[in-house]
Nanobody, 124 residues
Framework: QVQLSESGGGSVRAGGSLRLSCVWSEDIDITYYTAWFRQAPGKEREGVAV????????TYGTSVKGRFTISQDIPQKTVYLRMNTLRPEDTAMYFCAAKRFGNQVLTPRDYTIWGRGTQVTVSP
C-alpha cells in the first residue's frame, strides 16, 4: 500500500512562509486525491487543501483560502503545500492524506492513507 511522508514543518514568526512536502512511496496514482489536514491540540482535525492527482483541480478550507497553495510534481511523486502569511492560529500538526475516487472533499473520514505529520508552529 502507498505510504505518505511529510516534511518541511518548523517554527516561524507570523507573516512568514513555509512549504510542506508530501512524498508518495510509489508513483502518484492519478485516480487519487491527496489532501492536507491539520490538527491543533484539543481541536478536531481540519481540512486545509486537496488536489485531484489526475486533473490538478484544488479545493481549500475557508481559513486558508488565498494564503495557502496546494500543488503537485508528478515526476517527483510529491504534493506540496505552500503556506504564506502564516498566523499563530495556523499552528498545528499537518498531515498528508490520500483517497481513491469519490468527491474532492476535505472530510477526514473519507481518507484511507495517512502520513505521520509534520509540526508547524507560528509565533506572534
Amino acid at each position: 500500500q502507498v505510504q505518505l511522508s511529510e516534511s518541511g514543518g518548523g517554527s516561524v514568526r507570523a507573516g512568514g512562509s513555509l512549504r510542506l512536502s508530501c512524498v508518495w512511496s510509489e508513483d502518484i496514482d492519478i485516480t487519487y486525491y491527496t489532501a492536507w489536514f491539520r490538527q491543533a491540540p484539543g481541536k478536531e482535525r481540519e481540512g486545509v487543501a486537496v488536489i485531484d492527482n489526475g486533473g490538478d483541480s484544488t479545493t481549500y478550507g475557508t481559513s486558508v483560502k488565498g494564503r495557502f497553495t496546494i500543488s503537485q510534481d508528478i515526476p517527483q511523486k510529491t504534493v506540496y503545500l505552500r503556506m504564506n502569511t502564516l498566523r499563530p492560529e495556523d499552528t498545528a500538526m499537518y498531515f498528508c492524506a490520500a483517497k481513491r475516487f469519490g468527491n474532492q472533499v476535505l472530510t477526514p473520514r473519507d481518507y484511507t492513507i495517512w502520513g505521520r505529520g509534520t509540526q508547524v508552529t507560528v509565533s506572534p
